[in-house]
């Protein structure tokens, strides 16, 4: 398993998909082998995660560094050490120790996992030299119309892709849509594409009950956001706008609302547009806590704020599971047209407004902060289903058929 995201990584919930499919493939059979990155080259790290990784789980890490915080020369580095990303120095340490792997502990299949797109390479070059198979999960769309914005990485993404198309025997998405549309630019590899989307873990809630503790802010409701807010993916821009105009329109109510963001990574930009709306009364910005502690803060929260933008259409947030799984209500910025969207959908949410519309997203808040619309809970069945044994028994089934 090649995954730059493994505890102690923090502040990304994409630690979660190869730590939790480590955890629960034993019992289908699998022993999971892990290839990750050095601590260094992370920009965050917990000691919290790290605790749940079982002591008999063998993890290599290979030496690696970021681009932009190692090998920058006042603020500037070499474009030649961030193509497809930051962390390619990561490939040569562990191209060598996923061969030393493969040689002493003879693993009958390879998986490497995107959002680092480093670890596609990382995995292709694994599976040219050993001829092991190979299964490319790249989550969410690599290169796309417009991203990444710089054409030397865009074009090493679509290099990954079609190194992908050639050797790869599977790829895996979590979003329907995202697994059409590869089928349509790789129609030849269009059969060796499935779908197995994030989850939740039950275990990691066991223990946490925020039933049991106060409010986050007594007298007032709280819609908190748990997870970094992107300025694009997750542009916040109407969301502070549509309170500039609730400030006018609707005082009182405001004045109930708190908007909590937790472990932004953003803060400034929040900060930025929390200010020019006159906003710093009713805006929290709070850093990241330990994953148990996040979850006790989202069973608390009144209101579990997503933002997706249109530009994500074929993505699903990766934290949408666990909200699912608090059984808070849940309010969903997102395009209409969306996986996000029909995925809050078919879980029962009602509480939905384009991310883009300020009008739209203040007659929301408005509605649910003065009562007069009937809030729908997720259904029990949506956050049944997504669990990460449920995911990890669909991983299994792929590792089963590519490895005969």
């Given at each position: 398993m090649v995954a730059f995201h493994f505890p102690p990584l923090a502040g990304s919930s994409g630690v979660q998909r190869t730590m939790r499919f480590a955890q629960s493939l034993p019992e289908f059979g699998w022993e999971p082998l892990v290839l990750t990155a050095h601590p260094r080259a992370y920009?965050?790290?917990?000691?919290?995660?790290?605790?749940?990784?079982?002591?008999?789980?063998?993890?290599?890490?290979?030496?690696?560094?970021?681009?932009?915080?190692?090998?920058?020369?006042?603020?500037?580095?070499?474009?030649?050490?961030?193509?497809?990303?930051?962390?390619?120095?990561?490939?040569?340490?562990?191209?060598?120790?996923?061969?030393?792997?493969?040689?002493?502990?003879?693993?009958?299949?390879?998986?490497?996992?995107?959002?680092?797109?480093?670890?596609?390479?990382?995995?292709?070059?694994?599976?040219?030299?050993?001829?092991?198979?190979?299964?490319?999960?790249?989550?969410?769309?690599?290169?796309?119309?417009?991203?990444?914005?710089?054409?030397?990485?865009?074009?090493?993404?679509?290099?990954?892709e079609q190194a992908t198309a050639s050797c790869a025997a599977a790829w895996t998405f979590t979003s329907p849509s995202a697994a059409r549309t590869y089928a349509g630019?790789?129609?030849?590899?269009?059969?060796?594409?499935?779908?197995?989307?994030n989850g939740y873990d039950e275990s990691s809630f066991s223990g946490v009950d925020g039933n049991a503790r106060p409010a986050l802010n007594e007298g007032a409701l709280t819609l908190l956001h748990s997870g970094i807010v992107y300025p694009s993916e997750r542009d916040p821009s109407q969301l502070f706008a549509a309170l500039g105009l609730l400030r006018q329109r609707s005082p009182a109510l405001l004045q109930r609302l708190r908007l909590r963001f937790r472990g932004a990574v953003h803060e400034d930009l929040l900060r930025r547009l929390a200010s020019e709306q006159?906003?710093?009364n009713q805006v929290e910005i709070l850093p990241p806590i330990a994953y148990r502690d996040a979850l006790d803060e989202m069973l608390r929260a009144d209101a579990l704020l997503v933002l997706?933008?249109?530009?994500?259409?074929?993505?699903?947030?990766a934290k949408l599971y666990e909200y699912l799984r608090c059984g808070r209500p849940i309010v969903g910025l997102t395009d209409p047209a969306g996986d996000t969207a029909a995925a809050l959908a078919g879980a029962g949410v009602n509480l939905m407004a384009p991310l883009d519309s300020a009008q739209g997203?203040?007659?929301?808040?408005?509605?649910?902060?003065?009562?007069?619309?009937?809030?729908?809970?997720?259904?029990?069945?949506?956050?049944?289903?997504?669990?990460?044994?449920?995911?990890?028994?669909?991983?299994?089934?792929?590792?089963?058929?590519?490895?005969?």
């Open positions: 920009e965050q790290v917990a000691a919290d995660l790290e605790k749940e990784i079982a002591p008999t789980l063998v993890v290599r890490r290979a030496q690696a560094w970021d681009s932009a915080r190692h090998f920058a020369v006042r603020g500037r580095y070499p474009r030649l050490l961030a193509c497809p990303d930051r962390w390619i120095s990561w490939k040569f340490d562990a191209v060598r120790s996923g061969m030393a792997m493969i040689d002493q502990l003879r693993p009958a299949a390879l998986w490497s996992t995107y959002p680092i797109a480093t670890a596609h390479v990382i995995g292709a070059e694994l599976a040219r030299r050993s001829g092991l198979p190979w299964i490319a999960d790249f989550r969410d769309p690599m290169a796309q119309e417009g991203y990444p914005s710089d054409p030397r990485v865009h074009r090493a993404f679509v290099a990954i630019r790789y129609p030849q590899a269009a059969s060796r594409m499935h779908v197995i989307e006159g906003l710093t997706q933008a249109s530009n994500c259409n074929e993505q699903i947030p997203i203040a007659t929301l808040l408005e509605q649910l902060l003065s009562g007069s619309m009937a809030v729908a809970l997720p259904t029990s069945a949506a956050f049944e289903a997504p669990s990460r044994r449920g995911r990890t028994a669909s991983f299994a089934t792929r590792l089963d058929a590519v490895a005969g």
